[in-house]
């Protein structure tokens, strides 16, 4: 049966009507289950007016009252997770268990933030003048906009919303196209929880038609982007008529570096995981991996058998590690990376295929592939994959180690494994990245800052810094009579 699902303008769900519908497709069979309405031009006026009609009243709460409202809202998200999970699973294609755990990763941001709302204190400076003081207070931005996509559709919506909320401003999302269902069943929970009309608002459709007007409006106060670097250009252009305050959270290209002194098993595991997890469509997946040469050849062959215990499947029906990648385009990119290495030298290690059988007949499955022999002439190593393909390349000092990880447009985020604090404190300083994970594979977590340098980006989410991004600083100054 086919799901209809609607958008969220000022309260009210609104279905397609006559409106031009989006289509929802199943990576794993090809098949379209759902359609959603496509916001017109008139949709994304009524969702700023709504949103600024709503942010008086919303931003004059306390934060207390805010943050029941999301712990409220984080409950029923909780509660919702298995239901919330499938959707993700069929229009992502992630394993289930994968879309559950990210789900509930939402619930925790809308809780993390509600109570980071109340720890908002500003601050007293003394003066040089008798009877004066400055005071800093923050003050809610006004009516925020977030665009985010397909990869994380929950967890990076979550982050807006959260730091949107609960600082006081209200909110229009602009969902991804390809995974519009399971970020409106999340907004859902927000107005299930009692989250008044226009407070947070949702729509689908182009992100030409709809980024645009929401960056060009005079209404949004600040934009919250996270996608690739060429479309977050685009947002900044959009933006400056406006003087919108910005944060990018751009795309990436991560390097790891592994020490001839590290513990190889937990070096292994981690490259298999932040590589091929969500078929490496991850901001902060491995995209290349340096090693010291001692070492190369043991880790290449240990990453190659764990990499083949990988199961793939459709993640709704089998319990495997992958599912197939969100996008048939996706899976055109992989390949032209891959075709591009070999012309150019690189040797396939595995995988560099689909997957033989008949339930891989049909849906966007891809082998996880390792690249050997490759260089920095070659896609794979300068450009996002945005896919489950990884170079593999030897250095022979931590000097060229260093120069090989710097030498990217990008710095999100980079990977180093060693037993020597003093080697991991050097890689931490010297790699240019707005994060560095030492010894383990997750850069991100929800109370430390994350953002990106360079191509990759600025400004933060997670953290207080997430929720400062929706904050003016107002100093008032202060004599007393
Ligand atoms: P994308 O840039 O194509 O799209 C991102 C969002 O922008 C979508 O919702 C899209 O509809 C919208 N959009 C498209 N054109 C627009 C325009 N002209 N104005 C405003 N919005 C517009 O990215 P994608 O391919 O969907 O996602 C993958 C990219 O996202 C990768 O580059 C990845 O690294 C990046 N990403 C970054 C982070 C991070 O935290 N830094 C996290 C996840 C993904």
Redesign the pocket.
């Known amino acids: 049966m086919m799901i209809r699902e609607k958008m969220l303008i000022g309260g009210n769900w609104v279905d397609a009507g006559d409106r031009e519908v989006l289509e929802v497709v199943n990576p794993a069979t090809e098949e379209v289950f759902a359609v959603c309405p496509k916001a017109t031009r008139d949709d994304v006026e009524a969702a700023i007016n709504a949103a600024n009609e709503a942010f008086p009243s919303w931003s004059n709460l306390t934060p207390f009252k805010r943050g029941e409202y999301l712990r409220k809202a984080s409950e029923i998200v909780r509660s919702r997770s298995r239901d919330i999970a499938e959707m993700m699973t069929m229009e992502q294609g992630k394993p289930l268990k994968e879309a559950e755990g990210e789900v509930i990763k939402g619930a925790d941001i809308l809780r993390y933030y509600a109570e980071e709302g109340e720890r908002v204190y500003g601050r007293i400076i003394p003066n040089a003048e008798a009877n004066t003081e400055s005071r800093v207070i923050y003050q809610p931005i006004g009516v925020a906009a977030a665009?985010?996509?397909?990869?994380?559709p929950i967890e990076?919506l979550a982050w807006k919303v959260g730091g949107a909320l609960a600082s006081g401003c209200t909110i229009v999302a602009?969902?991804?196209?390809?995974t519009p269902l399971s970020p409106l069943a999340f907004i859902r929970c927000l107005i299930d929880a009692g989250v008044p009309a226009g407070v947070v608002n949702a729509l689908v459709g182009?992100?030409?038609v709809?980024?645009?007007m929401?960056?060009e409006s005079p209404i949004v106060k600040k934009v919250a982007?996270?996608?690739?670097?060429?479309?977050?250009k685009?947002?900044l252009k959009?933006s400056a008529d406006t003087l919108k305050r910005t944060s990018m959270?751009?795309?990436?290209s991560l390097p790891m570096v592994v020490c001839k002194d590290c513990d190889m098993e937990a070096a292994v595991a981690g490259a298999v995981r932040r590589s091929f997890r969500n078929m490496g469509?991850?901001?902060?997946a491995i995209n290349r991996i340096y090693v010291d040469e001692a070492v190369y050849e043991e880790f290449l062959e240990r990453f190659r058998e764990a990499a083949e215990k990988l199961t793939i499947g459709n993640g709704l029906t089998k319990e495997c590690d992958l599912g197939p990648m969100c996008t048939r385009s996706g899976v055109e990119k992989a390949i032209e990376h891959i075709e591009d290495a070999v012309k150019k030298g690189a040797k396939v290690v595995c995988g560099g295929k689909r997957p033989e059988g008949e339930e891989y007949r049909k849906g966007y499955f891809f082998e996880p592939t390792i690249l050997r022999d490759v260089n920095h002439s070659m896609l794979v190593m300068t450009e996002?994959t945005?896919g489950p393909v990884v170079g593999v390349m030897p250095f022979k000092d931590i000097d060229e180690a260093i120069a090989l990880a710097n030498d990217s447009v990008y710095g999100?985020a980079a990977i180093v494994y060693t037993n020597s604090l003093s080697l991991a404190e050097r890689l931490a300083r010297e790699i240019d990245a707005g994060n560095v994970a030492i010894n383990n594979v997750d850069a991100g977590v929800i109370n430390a800052p994350?953002g990106?340098w360079k191509d990759?980006?600025f400004g933060h989410?997670h953290g207080p810094e997430g929720l400062y991004e929706y904050l003016n600083i107002k100093h008032v100054r202060v004599r007393y009579l």
């Open positions: 665009i985010s996509p397909w990869n994380y990076l602009k969902l991804p196209s390809e182009s992100g030409a709809i980024g645009p929401l960056l982007f996270t996608g690739s670097t060429a479309v977050g685009d947002v959009n959270e751009l795309g990436g469509q991850i901001c902060i996002e945005f999100l994350y990106g990759s980006g989410e």
